[in-house]
């Protein structure tokens, strides 16, 4: 230490040109982030759901998409403008980058008999040349074929959409963006030329740029006003503007070094990397305050600016230490969690703590002697309130430990309320296009979430069999009658609708064949009819063995999505026993699933986090009793947030789960130092009892308050986001770090007031 000391009081300006230096070089790496908003990033290559997932791109296409909600201002879709629209924007559509699949009522197939042949052709071919009897006939086609009602049009025929859907390259992360972007441009393009028509745009290509706009929004906003938030605070608590610029320096130099070193290494980030800089700052600004506080203190005593400075190190070198690798234990525990980006969050704030201990014991103590901070602390005693405050706890310990294992107890018993669920649907406020449109789809068209199952014959061709085709028919039958199934989409309504334009346009012969040889005849006629771009390869394989069902659900959360697929495994399980079947697959599948997999995992990274972080605290304050006493005030905090937020909420989605590892951390950082002050005060100035916890509330009180003050109004900020992770992040961690310094003030001091036996001597 005494070396360590040498070297920061000698060298004070080559340490900080130096610091300054490496950091500027690190951080020049920023440029070369690149950011992807593909959802499956979100998905650890092991995922289950992920794999079957990728087996029915590969086999039916992809699944990324946009989709054209349309809505006319008066009347329904079947006018000739609503017409001519809905045709030149399929056509348009097709020509955006990476557009694989369009759909909408003018290209829909239909077929019709002529004599013994089966006509099959565009429902509109040319929408100039329709009269109000085209339109008519159009009309009862639509409203009449079971595979447009609730997928293109309402009963109704109030609304309709045209679908798009992609085949984005794996290899190129900017490939969504760019077809959202051309998307938007279409959808500009026709609003302009149709201003009687309401055109609003979603589908799941649209939500993932979206989501990183949100983000980038709030890091371009939010995270501003955050750090000018901090900034006033810690003017005015610090009362130092030369205080407050040395820790703004060392937050951004933090921040800026774990991002530049992330661009060097040529990573690809996703939109949740936008939380880093919000966690490192509040890290950095912790470490910063108590150096500052105790060196203050120090001046404030009668101390040389040196001697405060040297005694601050000294004071604070363990317990900064002991904060950072507890902090970097407890996001590292990310690591755990079954989504790859948040495992990236983990370690970019580990490695942003890392940066914030390396400066704050070199940039900052070189600043400290460099300049003169601090002229207006000097000579001017000890925070009088903060001391009269720790005598009123200590001499009312009892009461404070009752009613604070009260409010634990009771608040804690209300955690199982919270319901583990995701509604991805509703990340976004009304503010977002996105959501407008969504809503839109839900409510006036059909729904917003997509469950498709794969049904194997088990055999070449045997798609045709009628006992399989039967068997699928249940399973649709079954579907049909689901609460919230808007539509459930399958190869049995195509054999359905062939046979009856096969015999006349029957309606009575609207059933699926009744031999293998016939389905066969009708599928080949069909198929061979279909225009390239439009055959059916997404819905049967290329041995014709299976067959997809999808099933469209109105809005809802994850919970009922698993419930509907525990439902329709156990139907297929007793009803199709002779066809092969998965669980359910697609995007809000892997969502739905994935949230409960990662609260599982988060949970055993949180119980390991607790293990090495107590025999960390146990070897660095020597003391097994301490150590001990401190897991408690280091729980309460998360258990009291999550208590109260079942209360609030309810509701606990991917964002809620990973608060207690990024808040853990720095829960820790305020016990540790508290316990270390009252510790040295124990030892080193050989202190009683009431003389060590006074001690403990004069040097570490104060820095406590402001970091926590500072922090929680910082983090107050974000909850202005429109952006559900982004304001439930903040809210959260607000409520965690101020219940952190309750039970800092009032739960640890009581505890070390009745359980370490050595203030009984």
């Not at 679908?163 to 938007?184: E, I, T, W």
């Not at 990183?212 to 709030?218: I, K, R, Y």
């Not at 510790?679 to 970091?707: C, D, K, P, W």
């Not at 974000?718 to 439930?728: C, G, I, K, M, N």
Request: net charge negative; charged share 20%; aromatic share 10%.
């Amino acid at each position: 230490m005494q070396r360590y000391f040498h070297i920061i009081q000698n060298y004070p300006k080559l340490i900080v040109v130096l610091a300054a230096t490496i950091v500027l070089l690190l951080g020049s790496g920023v440029h070369r982030l690149t950011i992807t908003n593909d959802f499956r990033v979100y998905f650890s290559e092991d995922n289950p759901q992920l794999a079957a997932f990728d087996n029915l791109e590969e086999t039916f296409g992809k699944q990324d998409s946009l989709y054209y909600f349309i809505r006319p201002k008066t009347g329904d879709v079947f006018q000739k403008d609503v017409i001519a629209l809905i045709w030149s924007l399929t056509e348009k559509a097709w020509s955006l980058p990476y557009a694989d699949r369009v759909n909408s009522l003018t290209n829909y197939q239909h077929t019709e008999a002529d004599g013994d042949d089966l006509v099959i052709d565009y429902l509109v071919v040319d929408p100039e040349t329709l009269d109000g009897r085209d339109l008519q006939r159009i009309k009862e086609i639509v409203l009449s074929e079971p595979s447009l009602l609730n997928n293109l049009v309402p009963i109704n025929g109030k609304v309709t959409g045209v679908r798009v859907r992609l085949d984005l390259p794996g290899d190129d992360v900017k490939a969504n963006d760019v077809s959202v972007f051309a998307g938007r441009e279409l959808l500009e393009e026709f609003s302009s030329r149709y201003p009687d028509i309401e055109i609003l745009l979603a589908g799941s290509s649209v939500a993932g740029t979206t989501l990183g706009e949100a983000v980038q929004h709030d890091l371009s906003r939010l995270v501003s006003v955050s750090y000018i938030v901090i900034i006033i605070l810690l003017l005015v608590l610090l009362r130092s503007v030369k205080g407050m610029l040395v820790t703004v320096i060392l937050v951004t130099f933090s921040t800026l070094a774990t991002m530049g070193i992330y661009g060097w290494a040529g990573k690809t980030l996703t939109p949740v990397a936008g939380w880093v800089p919000s966690i490192v700052m509040t890290i950095a600004v912790a470490d910063a305050v108590h150096i500052l506080i105790t060196y203050f203190h120090g001046l404030r005593t009668g101390k040389a600016r040196k001697d405060s400075i040297l005694e601050s190190l000294k004071i604070n070198a363990n317990p900064v230490f002991i904060t950072s690798v507890t902090t970097i234990i407890g996001v590292l525990c990310l690591n755990f969690s079954d989504s790859p980006p948040y495992r990236d969050l983990g370690n970019m704030v580990a490695l942003g703590v890392l940066f914030a201990y390396l400066l704050t014991m070199t940039f900052l103590p070189a600043l400290l002697f460099w300049m003169d901070i601090g002229k207006n602390h000097v000579g001017k005693g000890a925070n009088i309130w903060m001391d009269r405050f720790g005598i009123y706890v200590i001499s009312h310990h009892k009461y404070f430990l009752v009613a604070m294992t009260i409010l634990v107890v009771v608040l804690v018993s209300f955690i199982p309320r919270n319901q583990l669920t995701e509604r991805w649907n509703e990340y976004f406020d009304e503010s977002f296009p996105l959501r407008q449109s969504v809503e839109a789809i839900n409510n006036e068209l059909t729904g917003i979430h997509y469950i498709r199952y794969v049904l194997e014959s088990r055999e070449d061709h045997g798609i045709h069999e009628p006992e399989y085709l039967r068997a699928v028919e249940g399973f649709v039958n079954w579907c049909r009658l689901q609460d919230g199934v808007s539509y459930v989409g399958s190869l049995t309504d195509i054999y359905k609708r062939l046979n009856r334009s096969m015999h006349g346009d029957d309606t009575n012969w609207y059933k699926l064949p009744d031999s293998r040889q016939l389905a066969a005849q009708l599928f080949l006629l069909y198929e061979i009819g279909l225009p390239r771009e439009l055959n059916l390869d997404d819905i049967v394989n290329y041995n014709r063995s299976t067959s997809v069902v999808t099933v469209v659900l109105h809005k809802t959360d994850s919970e009922r999505l698993l419930d509907f697929d525990r439902g329709a495994q156990q139907w297929l399980k007793l009803n199709a026993a002779d066809i092969g079947h998965s669980e359910g697959t697609g995007l809000d599948m892997i969502f739905a699933h994935i949230n409960h997999r990662n609260i599982r995992s988060l949970l055993k990274g949180t119980v390991l986090a607790l293990i090495l972080i107590s025999f960390v605290l146990i070897f660095a304050l020597r003391s097994i009793r301490l150590g001990l006493i401190s897991l408690i005030p280091n729980l309460a905090p998360a258990g009291l947030a999550y208590g109260t937020w079942a209360l609030l909420v309810g509701k606990v989605d991917m964002s809620a789960s990973v608060v207690i590892c990024m808040s853990l951390g720095i829960v820790v950082d305020d016990t540790v130092h508290f316990l270390s002050k009252y510790r040295h005060a124990r030892i080193n100035l050989s202190g009683n009892a009431v003389e060590s916890m006074r001690y403990a509330f004069q040097t570490v009180g104060m820095a406590l308050t402001i970091t926590t003050v500072v922090l929680v109004a910082g983090f107050l900020v974000l909850t202005a986001s429109p952006f559900s992770p982004t304001w439930v992040s903040g809210l959260l961690l607000s409520l965690t770090l101020s219940y952190a310094l309750l039970a800092d003030f009032f739960f640890l001091p009581p505890l070390i007031m009745m359980l370490d036996s050595k203030l009984n001597d």
